[in-house]
């Protein structure tokens, strides 16, 4: 039923003589029923006298509008007026979404905008390095230290209870060819294992003083030319692309180390042969059908190589001589700071040794020292290198660094350059390149000169080795190859499950050599005999490429010309393949 409205004359209340009261809304049936309980609601009259006034003098727009904007809402209360104002409501926010919108579109524009202006920066920049960086290389006495120590190989230098404490040491040099002391190899096969009973120490390592004497040389080069071959652009023959993997051992081909290196001399880096013949397979990372063959191939642990990988181009492009030492001296436009570390031997070959407990009266001089260069200095000598030939039996210097490998757990603000260089490295998901990324121990990057030649060893992580720059050869052995190496077995020796041997002088042994004309002891000749005969690979591994290498092969490495090389491993993989071994191999090899 309809309310209708009852009206009374108004009354003046005993207790407030300046109001009246006026009845509520009620029902026609209750007002019948009883007519005495109907209700009053006060107005103030004072109230009502000073709204006629204010009327009377005009009301102000805001308060017209607010009026009709009510009375236009309660004047239309039909199904069609109601439609209206919902329709008008969607207009509005509507209206407001697209505004918002907008507004999003328009700040991303001018962040991108700022991107692209600081991207000219940077290529400006970057097209000046040549230029800067043959400045730089001329500034040699700027980063030189202004005397040197001499201290004894007894000397240690202390400088703070909690500090690291290094030997001062003075490596010999050589005219002519290094050759091994013997007590550095393991016993030959069918000898008594020998246990290293040297004295552990409190050292972290072996400091050299470094050698300036190719300074004034440096300095009196006017321009960078570059090395006499740059293997970046040299002629390689690279085998039919095979989709399918040949899963039954004659992929990849192997050969005897010994022909591998009479084919092309390890220490001949001016002279290669007139096409480097490639064995691996060689696939196009940005081919779809390439790519799923490189997967299947990473799956059955065989090593490839991929080629035209974008941000390994563009980091290439990006890591200049300038551009890495700002980023090692110093936090550069707000990304943290890299560390890295300079090493030095007193010829071009390096091995790896827990300097902790290398006993010099034991095994005699260590095979590196660590120095204090910056990198900038470090990039100086290695353009030195590459301008004069440097020989192998000049001093040579090793820059490595590494990124932690709890650095991709943390907000990207707070990544070095290497991992914001290389995302797919870095990344927490998984990637093609780190595709166990709760098992990656993070990126280790080595920068190596002309002629450093690193010592065979092998990594249980499954491993994806980028060069940005510049040219490695790389020679792999499968893990069933182990006991040819001349692994160290001894555990508590310095460089267990490494090998010392210097493979390059394979070719001075064997059936065709006059070895009584080498000076080496019989112990390294007999190593180099049983190496000579291990099943191996050669392939050069030039800017812009990723090799993978599959878990426990081994691998030995020469720098062919000034290079930066970065890799990430994903985990071990124990059983490898069934026809190359894996992890029970190296096991059985080193006698765990």
Not at 84 to 103: M, Q, S
Not at 358 to 364: A, E, T
Not at 416 to 442: E, Y
Not at 536 to 565: M, N
Request: proline share 7%; aromatic share 10%; with cysteine.
């Amino acid at each position: 039923s309809y309310h209708t409205i009852l009206y009374r004359t108004p009354e003046r209340s005993p207790d407030f003589p300046n109001e009246v009261e006026q009845p509520f809304l009620t029902n026609p049936i209750e007002t019948e029923a009883a007519p005495t309980a109907v209700p009053f609601i006060s107005v103030n009259t004072a109230m009502l006298s000073d709204e006629i006034v204010r009327r009377s003098k005009g009301a102000t727009k805001k308060d017209k509008t607010k009026r009709n904007d009510a009375e236009l809402e309660n004047g239309d209360n039909s199904k069609d007026g109601r439609r209206n104002r919902r329709r008008d409501a969607r207009n509005r926010r509507l209206f407001l979404l697209c505004a918002a919108a907008g507004l999003l579109v328009l700040l991303s524009t001018l962040l991108r905008t700022g991107e692209r202006q600081h991207a000219s920066i940077d290529s400006d920049r970057f097209a000046r390095a040549k230029a800067l960086r043959d400045a730089a290389f001329k500034k040699g006495k700027t980063f030189l230290r202004k005397s040197k120590e001499t201290l004894s190989s007894a000397t240690l230098r202390k400088n703070h209870k909690h500090s690291k404490i290094k030997s001062e040491y003075h490596l010999k040099k050589f005219e002519g060819m290094r050759y091994l002391d013997p007590r550095q190899l393991p016993p030959l096969p069918g000898e008594p294992s020998e246990d290293y009973r040297g004295q552990k120490h409190a050292q972290r390592g072996f400091v050299g003083d470094g050698d300036d004497d190719w300074v004034p040389i440096a300095e009196a080069i006017d321009t960078y030319v570059g090395p006499k071959v740059d293997y970046t652009k040299y002629k390689y023959s690279y085998p039919e692309v095979m989709l399918e993997p040949q899963n039954d051992g004659s992929y990849p081909p192997l050969e005897p180390m010994r022909k591998i290196f009479q084919t092309w001399e390890q220490d001949d880096l001016d002279s290669p042969p007139e096409t480097i013949v490639e064995v691996l397979q060689h696939f196009d990372f940005q081919d779809p059908v390439q790519f799923e063959a490189a997967v299947k191939y990473r799956d059955l642990e065989l090593p490839f190589k991929v080629y035209n990988v974008p941000e390994v181009v563009a980091a290439g492009l990006k890591w200049t001589d300038e551009y890495l030492t700002s980023h090692f001296n110093g936090v550069k436009d707000g990304i943290p700071q890299s560390s890295g570390m300079c090493q030095q031997s007193v010829d071009h070959f390096f091995a790896f040794h827990r300097a902790e407990t290398w006993d010099v009266d034991v095994l005699g001089d260590p095979p590196s020292l660590d120095l204090d260069w910056t990198f900038d200095k470090w990039a100086r000598h290695s353009v030195y290198a590459d301008e004069v030939g440097l020989p192998i039996n000049a001093t040579h210097y090793y820059w490595q660094s590494g990124v932690p490998k709890g650095e991709r757990l943390r907000s990207e603000r707070y990544w070095t350059f290497v991992s914001r260089d290389l995302p797919s490295f870095s990344s927490p998901k998984p990637t093609f390149f780190g595709f166990n990324p709760s098992q990656q121990k993070g990126i280790q990057c080595r920068f190596g000169e002309r002629g450093v030649t690193a010592a065979t060893h092998y990594d249980g992580g499954r491993n994806m080795i980028a060069m940005m720059t510049g040219a490695k050869r790389y020679i792999l052995s499968p893990p069933n190859a182990c006991p040819q190496l001349g692994v160290v077995t001894s555990r508590h020796h310095p460089s267990y499950r490494h090998s010392m041997l210097n493979f390059g002088r394979v070719t001075l042994v064997g059936k065709d050599a006059r070895s009584s004309d080498v000076s080496m002891s019989d112990r390294e000749k007999e190593w180099l005999k049983i190496a000579g005969e291990a099943p191996t690979l050669s392939t050069v591994l030039k800017a812009g490429e990723v090799l993978y290498l599959p878990s426990h092969w081994f691998h030995y490495i020469v720098s062919l010309q000034k290079s930066a090389q970065c890799n990430t491993r994903s985990g071990i993989d124990e059983e490898g393949n069934p026809n190359f071994g894996g992890l029970h191999d190296v096991e059985r090899c080193i006698g765990e």
